[in-house]
């Protein structure tokens, strides 16, 4: 898949420069690169810094630009205030525990593009672009499965972070992606039991918000074996297949424009439709929808729906 023209931000074009002058390297990385390839617009920016102490990038962003999120500095992680920008520094990482926070950080700037990529998620996502030559890297051949439209991950690493499973559901539904057999199997050998709330969840509203056919994920969770973790909707599916897939296909049709009040509607229509085949699903709600305004929204929703009877 060539590399198709792009334009930066003038202010990232800036952070380039800066970056450069003191001697470094900035790479473009993750979900945009694999969003330009896709030709499609770019929201945030993740620049990965090459070459220069972690010292060094904190004392040159705040130099360039002033007001730096410093909530991530000890992985490695700056956020502009001013702009949506992300910079990190490569880092490799090593699991210490069961839990999905359970990891050592060691940063690491001088090691290649194809190290620090190890540590990604999906080969779509492994991807960067050297910015001071305009090139792509792509060392685990992402841009080939992103036009062949296969998810697969990138190392053994994978397993170790079963969220990891979630992001695949979401980027099934969001860009039409078929499974690797590989990476299914190894979807189906891992377990979300040891993730927050908020983290399960912010999955799902990535899927609702940016898939236009959000039953996708859902079929993706069915593939591996994960729908099991999700009872009501495990339940429906074992015992009532046919009104499952319809609940599938009322979530495609969703055409509410605004992101909180279409999750808002999704949620509604999962809960009301799986009471009205007298499946339990209160408890499981109020525990998986982590936001306390949200889930007001999705009972006022009941509610209203009640009132119409």
Same mark, same amino acid.
Request: hydrophobic share 40%; proline share 5%; with cysteine.
């Given at each position: ?5 792009? +334009?930066?931000?003038? !202010? ?8 450069? +002058?003191? *001697?470094?390297?900035?790479? %473009? ?5 694999? @969003? &330009?390839?896709?030709? $499609? ?11 220069? #102490?972690?010292?060094?990038?904190? @004392? &040159? %962003? ?10 991530? !500095? ?27 926070? #359970? ?8 090691? /290649? ?8 998620? =999906? /080969?779509?996502?492994?991807? *960067? ?11 685990? *051949? ?7 439209? &296969? ?66 994920? =859902?079929?993706?969770?069915?593939q591996v074996n994960w729908l099991q973790y999700f009872e009501p909707w495990y339940q429906c599916q074992q015992k009532l297949p046919d009104p499952w897939n319809?609940?599938?296909? /009322? ?20 809960? $009301? ?6 499946? +339990? ?8 929808? !982590?936001?306390?305004? %949200?889930? *007001? ?6 509610t209203s729906f009640a009132n119409e009877k």
């Amino acid at each position: 898949m060539p590399l198709p023209n792009f +334009e930066i931000p003038e !202010y990232c074009g800036h952070l380039i420069k800066c970056f450069q +002058e003191a *001697g470094g390297k900035a790479i %473009l990385v993750g979900g945009c690169v694999r @969003d &330009i390839l896709l030709k $499609r617009n770019i929201q945030d920016f993740d620049v990965e810094v090459f070459g220069l #102490a972690l010292e060094k990038v904190r @004392d &040159i %962003l705040k130099q360039c630009f002033g007001k730096v999120d410093l909530s991530g !500095y000890k992985f490695g992680v700056f956020k502009l205030k001013a702009h949506p920008i992300d910079v990190s520094i490569p880092r490799i990482e090593w699991v210490t525990g069961f839990k999905h926070t #359970a990891f050592e950080v060691h940063i690491s700037p001088f090691i /290649t593009h194809k190290e620090a990529a190890q540590r990604r998620d =999906f /080969t779509i996502n492994s991807m *960067g672009i050297d910015l001071t030559s305009g090139t792509l890297l792509d060392p685990f *051949g992402g841009a080939g499965d992103l036009e062949a439209g &296969i998810l697969k991950h990138v190392s053994s690493h994978f397993f170790e972070d079963p969220l990891r499973v979630l992001r695949g559901m979401q980027l099934v539904g969001r860009f039409h992606l078929k499974i690797h057999p590989h990476t299914h199997s190894i979807c189906q050998n891992m377990s979300p039991k040891n993730l927050s709330r908020r983290k399960v969840f912010d999955e799902f509203k990535k899927l609702f918000v940016g898939s236009l056919n959000p039953s996708r994920g =859902f079929l993706f969770l069915q593939q591996v074996n994960w729908l099991q973790y999700f009872e009501p909707w495990y339940q429906c599916q074992q015992k009532l297949p046919d009104p499952w897939n319809e609940i599938l296909e /009322t979530l495609d049709h969703c055409d509410i424009a605004v992101d909180s009040n279409r999750i808002a509607w999704m949620c509604t229509t999962l809960w $009301r439709q799986l009471e009205s085949m007298h499946i +339990e699903c209160r408890n499981f709600f109020r525990q998986w929808v !982590y936001d306390e305004e %949200l889930l *007001g929204q999705i009972l006022s929703n009941l509610t209203s729906f009640a009132n119409e009877k």
